[in-house]
């Protein structure tokens, strides 16, 4: 089945820096990768939708320039959390699929990102 | 009103038991339906899809009600193994040639207790 790479796992940063996350199709061609945020006890909230070779899609109070995105190939999408602040701090999942799937997109393992 | 609402939880409930989800939805025009697991700290997987005709899958059965925009799913015969959170998830319209956007409820957390 499609399998979808998610680095790191966990990681922990000073507030200030940034931190980017890859999110990696391993065996299929993704023109389409979704990143999605969610905090303790909430639902999964999509920040931004990325297709390959062209700008991402932000959803509505999501900063752009904070939450950079690049998918510059069909198999590689990576989401860089610029500045990061405390409240930044959350899991971020990708998920990615080829357009033949129909709601059975696979996610990554998701990043546990905490800032200090 | 939610785009997707679940039934609060914490559902506990003892093994062997049958438990039922629900769900609804906000937007009428949603083409897709599908209900996720997440274990806690680990991504949403799939646990099947929901069609109108109602499917089932083990001792896992979906039903979809678009007239009332109500989606449910309910699990016979309850393992341990089924403590998870359950995702209600929509695809609330079709966001381009060959993509799909999901919109998640908050889940519901299911514990089986021995």
């Known amino acids: 089945g499609a399998v979808v790479s998610q680095h790191p796992s966990r990681v922990i940063c000073k507030s200030g820096t940034s931190v980017k996350i890859e999110c990696r199709s391993l065996?299929?061609?993704?023109?389409?990768m979704f990143w999605y945020r969610q905090f303790p006890k909430q639902s999964l909230m999509l920040m931004a939708t990325s297709n390959e070779g062209s700008k991402a899609t932000y959803e509505q109070g999501v900063e752009k320039d904070k939450f950079l995105i690049n998918h510059a190939s069909l198999t590689l999408s990576t989401l860089t959390v610029t500045s990061a602040h405390p409240e930044d701090s959350s899991f971020y999942i990708c998920?990615?699929?080829?357009?033949?799937?129909?709601?059975?997109?696979?996610f990554g393992s998701g990043t546990r990102l905490t800032v200090v | 009103r939610k785009e997707v609402e679940q039934d609060p939880g914490p559902f506990n409930v003892p093994e062997g038991a049958t438990v039922a989800f629900n769900c609804t939805y906000s937007?009428?025009?949603?083409?897709?339906f599908f209900w996720y697991r997440q274990d806690c700290r680990k991504e949403p997987k799939l646990l099947m899809s929901?069609?109108?005709s109602g499917n089932e899958d083990g001792r896992f059965t979906a039903q979809l009600n678009r007239a009332s925009q109500y989606i449910s799913l309910l699990i016979r015969d309850s393992k341990l193994s089924d403590s998870a959170t359950y995702l209600c998830v929509v695809n609330p319209a079709y966001s381009g040639a060959g993509s799909y956007q999901l919109t998640f409820g908050k889940g519901t957390k299911l514990s089986v207790i021995p």
């Open positions: 065996d299929f061609q993704a023109t389409t």
């Open positions: 998920s990615a699929g080829s357009g033949v799937q129909r709601g059975g997109y696979t």
């Open positions: 929901v069609y109108s």
């Open positions: 937007n009428s025009a949603s083409q897709s």
